[in-house]
């Protein structure tokens, strides 16, 4: 009879994805392209809180971090390349580019290792991508400049990071919010690399040829950075879009309390990285039942509740969550159709 039930309760998890391996002696390598700014330091800090206590609790054996000494694609390939070699089970990826390291993510997967890739994501199937709705976040942009200024006007859009998917879904978001509100116009674009003092630096060349702007769309990083450019430069305020960073939630406190001053604020949370790792973490464990992509959301911030935010982020930080592998499973779930 236990023989039967033991049985019985086998075949139950297998049924529902229930995973049943041992992932104690599994290796997860986390490949990071770019570590140049705010939110990307942040993003290591979460990785390195959550992956620690993993190792330490044996849930896996080691859960190494790998971040490239440039931004280029070749070099990042070479080095997922490398990883295969030292025979890691898993990888998580920050990837530079969507589509150029589908190949040596391929060898990765051909070799049977796991791919988790998240905030720059890969389009090659066999990885599993962990993802933030960024063409959503642009297009929300535009739709809260329009209550801040409805009459429209001239926004100046800083872009991030060249080639990744980041960039290039929240500008395509950005570009479909000013369709649906042709009283904006974009009338220039700087990459700000989501970094405040590139942000600052660019702007501040743009700015003597620009008309007068009534707002900035971004990608998060650089708000503070543009507000330093536009009050040197002694022009009109404009409405800038923040990203989260604790200097920018900081400047919107203190013109908040200068004036009412009224903005809108959103990111991908850091401790995403996290997340991919307890999503790298269950398909090792023997999970059969995990989408190749899992939406989450990002996280926003409005004039009535940034304030109460900002305290809890360190100086230079940014707003951040750290997963847990509860929480993993609850997002896995959340994502099954």
């Not at 790998?66 to 990042?76: C, I, L, M, R, S």
């Not at 049977?112 to 998240?118: D, L, R």
């Amino acid at each position: 009879m236990k023989k039967l039930f033991v049985l019985g309760a086998l075949a139950a998890m297998l049924a529902s994805g229930t995973a049943l391996a041992d992932t104690s002696g599994k290796k997860i390598a986390f490949s990071n392209n770019y570590a140049g700014n705010s939110w990307r330091q942040a993003m290591l800090d979460s990785y390195g809180i959550v992956t620690k206590k993993a190792v330490a609790d044996k849930v896996v054996a080691a859960a190494d971090i790998f971040t490239t000494a440039d931004k280029e694609v070749p070099t990042q390939a070479a080095q997922v390349q490398n990883l295969i070699l030292q025979g890691y089970d898993a990888i998580v990826i920050n990837a530079a580019s969507p589509d150029a390291l589908n190949g040596a993510i391929k060898q990765a997967c051909d070799a049977g290792i796991t791919v988790v890739s998240f905030d720059g994501t890969v389009t090659e199937p066999c990885a599993y991508r962990v993802v933030v709705d960024f063409k959503d976040m642009g297009k929300q942009e535009v739709e809260q400049m329009a209550k801040f200024q409805p009459k429209g006007g001239n926004l100046l859009e800083i872009r991030g990071l060249a080639g990744t998917s980041i960039d290039d879904a929240i500008h395509a978001g950005i570009l479909e919010g000013v369709a649906a509100h042709p009283e904006f116009k974009i009338v220039g674009s700087v990459t700000g690399d989501w970094d405040q003092t590139t942000a600052q630096k660019a702007v501040a060349t743009i700015l003597p040829s620009l008309p007068d702007v009534v707002g900035i769309v971004d990608q998060g990083g650089d708000g503070y950075g543009a507000a330093q450019a536009f009050a040197a430069a002694g022009k009109p305020r404009p409405t800038i879009i923040m990203g989260n960073r604790q200097d920018e939630l900081q400047w919107w406190k203190e013109q908040k309390d200068k004036d009412g001053y009224k903005t809108w604020s959103a990111s991908i949370a850091p401790g995403v990285s996290s997340l991919a790792f307890w999503v790298a973490q269950q398909v090792l464990d023997g999970r059969t039942d995990i989408p190749h992509d899992l939406l989450v959301p990002y996280l926003a911030f409005t004039q009535d509740d940034f304030e109460a935010a900002l305290p809890k982020i360190p100086k230079g930080g940014v707003a951040s969550h750290e997963y847990t592998q509860e929480d993993a499973i609850a997002a896995i779930k959340a994502n099954i159709k």
